[in-house]
């Protein structure tokens, strides 16, 4: 019963923030603020992720190759299949969780507990589509730049390990990573990031809306949206494979 009051304050939030914004001015110049602080202040972290991504597919799928009839080649293409498949849109995802989610959540629950969201309550301010909604539309346009990002950055990683340690040389990877490509794969996980996008951001900002007491909750709330996001993520990762891939 829990579960599905959550599942009816969450639908709740989300119908009044999605409501057209009273200015939209200022509702661009928020987007634009949250993309920097949400998106691009998130490369660093990503950047570093992806490249070890990259060099870590690399060298496992090149030390198990112990059969003379698997072309090396196959390196190349194993790195790439599982950077865009599946490492970029939703390992990146899980970070984000972690370190936007945390962030919204406790940006959001510190201003629930501070009284600062019934203020804007009171001035006749539809908070939740003032603090939220800016947050969510920025995910979703700045995240797909990110994931793409974090593919190129993953398959360039595996690229300098494998031809820097000579496993294999340049032109067998350049060879795999080319090799048979198929546009649908980089769609789908463009929907993947997109549908994580809205989880990233929607899930904690709805635990920290909804924080009540003082600072030790505005934490709880942060560590319970980040356990949530991440299993909601993984539950949907699974339901998007199995509905676009096979």
Known sequence: ?????????????????????????????????????????????????????GAVVTIQTSTNIDSGFIPLYTVGFAARQSVILEFSPTII??????????SISSEIGTMRV???????EIMGINSANFLIFPKIIAAVLINPFL??????????????????????????????IQLDFKMYDYYYAMIKTVVFA???????????YYTSGGSVEVGKSSTTAVVVSSIVILILNYLLTQLLLI
């Open 147 to 176: 994931i793409t990002l974090s593919m190129a950055i993953g398959i360039a990683g595996g690229y300098a390990v494998a031809v820097g340690t000579g496993l294999i040389g340049a032109s067998d990877y350049e060879y795999g």
């Open 114 to 120: 501070t009284e600062q969201i019934d203020a804007l």
């Open 1 to 53: 019963m829990k579960l599905l009051s959550h599942i009816g304050r969450f639908t709740l939030l989300m119908l009044i923030t999605f409501k057209r914004p009273e200015s939209w001015k200022s509702f661009r110049k928020r987007i634009v603020t949250e993309m920097n602080d949400l998106g691009l202040d998130s490369l660093p972290i990503i950047a570093v992720i992806s490249v070890f991504m």
């Open 93 to 102: 995802a899980l970070i984000l969780v972690g370190k936007v989610g945390s």
């Open 198 to 208: 809205f989880v990233l951001t929607s899930i904690p900002a709805y635990f920290g």
